[in-house]
């Protein structure tokens, strides 16, 4: 069975080794003096000694310590706190050192004899880093509380953060299954061919849309989706909407929040009458860290009162919380373009 020591913090051994050692060099220093330097077979035993009852001083010192933390623990109670341990660890060093000075003359070591100068001295120097360390012990304890509070905060924004992320995205495209299968429909009676080729593409669209659940993914992924994805549209639309994609290759690694592209496709075709004399012409291409996404305006006549920018919306939502950065959108007279960041790292937390 595994003994679990009491412990203050969880730095609280680090600093038993690195006191203890000079502790106990010290304490004896004071007990025998000199002679505690004379020859091999004082050093040794009597360093052992001292070590070694220092350590089980120490320890007794810490379950005290957190007996105290247990009944004060508020932020409020700290001088309180403080206070009764100072009080007690000076009690506890007394009988230490007592029991310390009289076992070295009980057990004739060398033939010492209790000290009592040598006593008092001692005590003031374990009163002294007893004091030291009790500060000490709850410096570290207060920065351990503080990164702790540091991180939870941050996995509680990162756990909200994907919550509004994949509630976000669960809202991207609500129409486009049934556009789909309408089409996929149309192809079966006029070329099975055809539908088999529509199928395999709308097949890769859906397993990228429902699978994928990361909160960003790199471009060169997200292209092969829009590829596919541009493939559904050829067929519904034919030659009436053309994207065009001109992509840098240092660029593709970069991240984006997964399906950006198509809903800046969709908002465009939805918007905009594209026919095969007139298309709507969609052109992507990168620009440093940036997408720039164009095309060209053809507004149709809206007789519905739908919220046809809600998707872009949800896209400026989500880079807002992904990293602060704002999607820019221009609505030129017969042009709108709209630069997309590509970021470089994973997540990024914003509060």
């Known amino acids: 069975m595994r003994v679990k020591l009491p412990h203050y ?106 000290n009592e100068n040598g006593f008092i001295g001692a005590y003031i120097s374990m009163g002294t880093v007893n004091i030291f360390l009790t500060f000490l012990h709850e410096a570290i304890s207060r920065f351990e509380r503080w990164k702790a ?36 429909s149309s192809l079966i009676n006029e070329s099975p061919d055809d539908a088999e080729a529509f199928l395999d593409e709308m097949t890769k669209v859906y397993r990228y849309m429902l699978r994928n659940e990361e909160i960003l993914v790199p471009l060169e992924k997200e292209l092969q989706f829009i590829r596919s994805y541009d493939a559904l549209l050829k067929a519904r639309y034919g030659d009436a909407i053309q994207v065009q994609i001109d992509i840098k290759p240092e660029c593709k690694p970069l991240l984006l929040p997964p399906l950006s592209l198509q809903v800046i496709i969709e908002n465009a075709f939805t918007q905009n009458m594209h026919t095969k004399s007139a298309p709507l012409t969609i052109r992507i291409r990168s620009e440093n860290d940036m997408l720039i996404i164009r095309n060209n305006i053809q507004r149709k006549i809206m007789t519905t009162d739908a919220d046809f920018e809600a998707g872009l919306d949800n896209l400026v939502s989500r880079y807002k919380l992904l990293s602060g950065q704002p999607l820019v959108i221009r ?16 997540l990024e937390v914003v509060a």
């Open 9 to 114: 913090t969880s730095k609280d051994y680090v600093v038993m080794v690195w006191v203890m050692i000079p502790l106990s060099i010290i304490l004896n220093s004071v007990i025998f003096g000199k002679f505690y330097y004379s020859q091999w077979s004082v050093f040794v035993p009597a360093t052992l000694i001292t070590g070694l009852a220092a350590c089980i001083d120490f320890i007794g010192c810490g379950a005290v310590a957190v007996a105290m933390k247990n009944r004060f623990p508020a932020d409020n109670q700290v001088v309180k706190r403080l206070t009764f341990m100072i009080g007690i660890f000076l009690i506890v060093s007394g009988l230490f050192l007592f029991l310390l000075f009289s076992g070295y003359e009980w057990i004739h070591f060398h033939g010492y004899t209790f």
């Open 149 to 184: 509070n540091v991180k939870e905060t941050e996995e509680l924004k990162k756990t909200v953060l994907q919550s509004q992320l994949l509630g976000l995205k669960s809202q991207v495209n609500p129409h486009f299954l049934f556009n789909s299968l309408n089409s996929l």
């Open 331 to 346: 609505d030129l007279k017969s042009e709108r373009i709209i630069e997309l960041p590509l970021l470089e790292k994973e």
